[in-house]
Structures are given as C-alpha cells and as structure tokens.
C-alpha cells in the first residue's frame, strides 16, 4: 500500500547520498584511468572499487545510526523505515561497488554489458519483488533491492575476470595484441 511505499522511499532516499561516493569515484576512473593499459587500468579499478566499498560502508554505518534521531525530526510514523533501511544496505553497497566495475567495462567499449547487467538485475528485482512484497511490504521491497544488486554485482565482477582473463591471452590463443 502507500504507506508502505512512504516507509520503502523514506529507508532508501535517506541513504541515498552514500551513491555520490561511487559516482564520484566512476567520473574519476573514467577521466583519469579509462585510458591506461589493461593491467594498470585493473589495478587502477580495484584500488578505487576497494576504496569505494570502504567509504560506502562508513557512511552506510553513520547514516543508520543517525536515522533513529531523525526518524524523531520527521515523524514517528517513519520508525518503521528503520528495518527496510537496514535490509537496502547492502544493495546499496553492491551497487556502489557496481557502478566502479561497470566503470572500466564502458572504459573498454562494452557498453552493451551494461544493459544486460541492468536488464538481468532488474528481473531479478522485479521476480523478488513479486515474490516478497505481498507478505512482507517495504520489508520485502528492500530485501528483493539487495538481492537485484546483489546479482548486479556478481554479474559485474563475472564479466570483469572473464574480459580481464580474454584480455591477457597471447594472440595465438585468439587474444587482442
């Protein structure tokens, strides 16, 4: 229902300044090392997706612990975003560490991986939902949005080894020179 619905926002909206740390970081990978060879350019990612996940977990922390001081400002009706908003954390970790890796893979010219990253995340998401909602309401939303990031984020770190993996064979095995 839409009170739900105002719990689910309220949880993810209030941790959603955690993302301009990922976003910053993608803006400066792709500006500063998009360009460098395949090694350096992935010792480059790592350095900046471990970096990320770091910061995003410091922030995600403080956030939670000042929600319940300000759920107090907005309105005790919102207490109940304090679950949903604890169970969206690590979605919201995932894809902060998503962002990075998809970072380098448009760096590399493969765009296409984007969209079906997105596209399988999102069934993902959308099959969760369907699932978890009903019984559960924003509780569910946000375990099916981590659990869709979640999958983001291993497919993300699938496609990173497997292209860095093809990158490094010789061009007699059918590598790029």
Known sequence: GV??????????????PVWIIATSAV?????GYGPLSSSAGLRALFRAAGTVAII???????L?????????VVGRGFVESLLP???????????SVSKVLAAHQLAAGRLWLSSSVASASLLVTTVADVVLMPHFGAIGASAASSVG???SLALWIYTTRTYAAR??????AGGRP
């Open 3 to 16: 009170r739900e619905v105002g719990i689910y926002s309220f949880a993810v909206q209030f941790l959603e």
């Open 27 to 31: 803006t400066g990978y792709l500006v």
């Open 56 to 62: 995003t977990c410091g922030g995600l922390i403080a």
């Open 64 to 72: 939670l612990l000042a929600m319940p001081s300000v759920v107090q």
């Open 85 to 95: 908003a604890l169970l969206v954390s690590p979605g919201i970790l995932f894809l």
């Open 149 to 151: 990031y979640g999958i």
């Open 167 to 172: 990158d490094r064979l010789p061009v007699e």
